[in-house]
C-alpha cells in the first residue's frame, strides 16, 4: 500500500512551500525573457522603420529637417549641415561647395530641392531672407528693382555686383566685402568705414572714383572703348590707397595720364597706349607700379624712387637708362627687347626675366643683381 504525504508536518509544508517560490520564479523568468525578447524585435523593427524613414526622405528636401535626416543618412551631422547648407527662406536650399572640400557627397546625387552653390555664386534680382551673417561666396544683385540693399549679410567674403538704377543709396552694404563691383550700378556715394579689398568702377563716371578714394577705398577703374581718351580724371593730388586701371578689352587703354594724383601711397597700375614718355607719373608711389602690356616708348618721367615692385613687362621698351634708380621690392622686366639694364641701381628683392639665357638676365648677372625666371 503506498504511502501517503502527511501535509501536516512541518517538514513538508517547507518542501511544497520551496517548490511553489521556485516555480513562480522559473515561470517569471521565462514571461520576463519573453518580454525583453518582444522588447528587443520592436527596438530593431522601429530601427528598420526609421531607417526606412530616412531614406524616404533623401530624394526630396523641402525644410531644414528634410536635409538634416539627408545628412544623417550620409553620415553628416546638425553642425554639418550648419555650415554647409544654406537656407533661403523662399529662394532655396544651397549646399556650399565652392568654398568647402572633402564634403564626401555625390553632387551627382543630391536629393530634389537641395541645390549646389553655382560656380558664380547667388544671383538675385531682390535680397532674398534667410542670408546667413557671413555669406562666403560671390553675390549679385542684378537689375534690382529695390531701393536699399537691407537684409544683406554682414560679411561677403567673395565679390559683390550690385547693377541696376533703382538704389537710393549704399549705406546698407555688408560691413566687410571681397571685392565690391559697382560697374553697372548707379553713381552713388560709398559709406565710411566699410572693410572692402577693392572696389571696381566704370571710368565713364569718374564721381564714384573720386568718391572712393578719397574714403581711402582701393579701386580698380575698368577701361572702356571711346571713354579713355579724354581726361575723365581730375582725381586729388594725393591718395592712400591702391589704384589699377585695366581692362578686359585690347581697344580699351589709357591714352593721357593727365589727372593722375601725384603723390600714391599705395600701388598704381596702368594700362596705356599713345603717351610719348612718362611724365605725368605721380612723383612718388609707396607701393608697386605696374606698367605691363602698356605701350612705352621711353621711361622718361618715371619716379626715381618705387616703393615696392616695379613691373614692366611687355611693356616694349627699347632701352631702360631712364628706368627708377631705387626699387624697393622686384624689378619684373619679362618680354621686354632692352639688352642691358644700368648699373648702380639700388634694388631690395630681385630682377625677374623671361629666360635666364637672354642677354637681358646675363647683362644683369654680370653687374651684380640677383636674377630669377620665376
Do not use: C
Not at 564714384?208 to 593730388?237: F, Q, W
Amino acid at each position: 500500500m503506498p504511502s501517503t504525504m502527511n501535509l501536516s508536518s512541518p517538514r513538508t509544508r517547507g518542501i511544497l512551500l520551496a517548490v511553489i517560490i521556485g516555480g513562480g520564479a522559473l515561470l517569471a523568468g521565462f514571461e520576463t525573457f519573453a518580454v525583453l525578447d518582444r522588447a528587443m524585435g520592436w527596438a530593431m523593427r522601429g530601427n528598420r522603420m526609421n531607417a526606412a524613414s530616412t531614406q524616404s526622405v533623401i530624394h526630396n528636401v523641402g525644410s531644414r529637417t528634410d536635409v538634416l535626416l539627408w545628412a544623417k543618412a550620409h553620415g553628416k551631422d546638425a553642425a554639418w549641415v550648419n555650415g554647409n547648407v544654406l537656407f533661403l527662406a523662399k529662394d532655396g536650399i544651397y549646399l556650399m561647395t565652392d568654398h568647402r572640400s572633402g564634403t564626401g557627397i555625390n553632387l551627382q546625387e543630391l536629393p530634389t530641392g537641395l541645390t549646389p552653390m553655382p560656380p558664380k555664386g547667388l544671383a538675385f534680382n531682390h535680397v532674398p531672407a534667410g542670408l546667413p551673417d557671413v555669406l562666403r561666396t560671390n553675390f549679385t544683385l542684378e537689375h534690382s528693382s529695390a531701393t536699399s540693399l537691407k537684409g544683406l549679410s554682414k560679411e561677403i567674403t567673395g565679390t559683390l555686383t550690385v547693377s541696376g538704377s533703382s538704389l537710393t543709396s549704399l549705406d546698407e552694404l555688408p560691413q566687410r566685402i571681397g571685392t565690391l563691383n559697382l560697374l553697372t550700378a548707379r553713381p552713388l556715394p560709398l559709406p565710411l568705414g566699410r572693410t572692402i579689398g577693392k572696389v571696381i568702377l566704370s571710368i565713364r563716371n569718374p564721381a564714384p572714383i573720386r568718391d572712393a578714394l578719397a574714403k581711402h577705398y582701393n579701386v580698380v577703374v575698368m577701361l572702356v572703348p571711346g571713354a579713355t581718351s579724354s581726361k575723365p580724371l581730375g582725381l586729388e593730388r594725393e591718395i592712400w590707397s591702391d589704384l589699377s586701371f585695366i581692362s578686359n578689352d585690347a581697344a580699351a587703354t589709357l591714352t593721357s595720364l593727365e589727372g593722375l594724383p601725384t603723390i600714391v601711397h599705395g600701388s598704381l597700375t596702368l594700362k596705356v597706349t599713345g603717351i610719348k614718355d612718362l611724365h605725368a607719373l605721380p612723383h612718388q608711389i609707396d607701393g608697386s607700379l605696374n606698367l605691363a602690356n602698356s605701350i612705352v616708348p621711353s621711361l622718361q618721367g618715371i619716379p626715381a624712387k618705387i616703393g615696392k615692385d616695379l613691373n614692366l613687362s611687355s611693356t616694349s621698351v627699347p632701352g631702360l637708362q631712364r628706368i627708377s634708380r631705387e626699387i624697393g621690392g622686384n624689378l619684373i622686366l619679362k618680354d621686354i627687347p632692352a639688352p642691358t639694364l644700368p648699373a648702380g641701381l639700388k634694388i631690395g628683392g630681385t630682377v625677374i626675366v623671361s629666360s635666364l639665357d637672354s642677354p637681358l638676365a646675363k647683362d644683369a648677372k654680370k653687374k651684380g643683381y640677383a636674377v630669377t625666371d620665376h
